[in-house]
């Protein structure tokens, strides 16, 4: 899967957006979308985890 952007990156827009600065909750976010740019590799599972990304992305994108 190519991404523009990293999972660490996506969270930190997300827990900005959040206004959550706790470093355990961002961790979190961190971790959940790393397996998620995991599931999104695999062709064979739904196509719905690749629109979630694609979705983050636009968020990111949009709050740049």
Known sequence: MYSNYSSDEIADVLCKLAHNKDKG???DVEEALYHLSILCENEYNPD????????LEDIVDYNQ
Request: hydrophobic share 55%; aromatic share 28%; no cysteine.
């Open 25 to 27: 909750r961002a961790a």
């Open 48 to 55: 719905y985890f690749r629109t979630m990304w694609n979705v």
